[in-house]
């Protein structure tokens, strides 16, 4: 326990820093806890891109089958927004399963109250299902990533300050100690507020010759 009139650093500064370290691993607690909850939520959506992925292309196969049998006409598909082409669109993004599984489901419910036969195995009503599970988990992480980002970028707006505090409270402790010799006693001293002092290649080379000699 230091006495008062012994602190190598003010009270003021002191103060300050107590402060601030409160401040500071709140926020970093706060970033913790939305990048763990980004992390779990992470893994279950995975789960629902990797089945909405499933079912909206599966759809689209079927859907291309169909054209090639004469079942439904190559111009229906300008209603799901689809080329006339006998192709699946990249679906590799999440951004791209939002847009396709829109545009398929808006297109199916057009074709069919226009009088086209439905298209089975799977249902539109199957596809929707997985969609709206992946729409709704994507909605969600994307809040969880936005969360995480400003925490972080909160977190990182301190380090500014932190850096001024050390530096502030490093150059009081040496100030305090600057006369104090041997000068093993005086880092000794510094070292008991947290300075830490790393010696130089050359200045290694250099100690350690002196001891030789």
């Not at 939305?34 to 789960?47: D, G, L």
């Not at 169909?66 to 082409?85: C, N, Q």
């Not at 539109?124 to 988990?137: C, G, P, Q, T, W």
Request: aromatic share 10%.
């Amino acid at each position: 326990m230091y006495n008062v009139r012994d602190l190598a650093i003010t009270l003021k500064t002191l103060f300050e820093a107590r402060n601030f370290l409160h401040r500071f691993e709140a926020a970093q607690i706060y970033y913790t806890q939305c990048y763990n909850n980004q992390s779990r939520a992470s893994r279950k959506h995975q789960m629902n891109v990797k089945t909405a992925r499933l079912y909206i292309s599966h759809f689209i196969q079927v859907l291309n089958l169909a054209v090639l049998r004469d079942e439904i006409k190559v111009a229906h598909k300008e209603l799901y927004g689809l080329p006339a082409s006998n192709t699946v669109p990249d679906l590799l993004s999440e951004a791209a399963l939002v847009e396709w599984g829109k545009k398929i489901i808006e297109g199916e419910q057009q074709r069919t109250t226009q009088g086209g036969i439905p298209i089975y195995n799977p249902t539109i009503a199957r596809v929707k299902v997985h969609y709206d599970i992946f729409l709704e988990s994507y909605e969600r992480q994307k809040n969880y990533q936005a969360l995480t980002n400003r925490s972080l970028d909160e977190l990182a707006s301190m380090r500014g300050r932190a850096d001024e505090l050390i530096l502030d409270i490093w150059n009081q402790v040496e100030a305090k100690y600057q006369d104090i010799t041997p000068n093993d006693t005086r880092l000794e001293k510094c070292r008991d507020y947290g300075l830490i002092y790393y010696y130089r290649s050359s200045e290694k080379v250099k100690e350690e010759k002196e001891i030789s000699c």
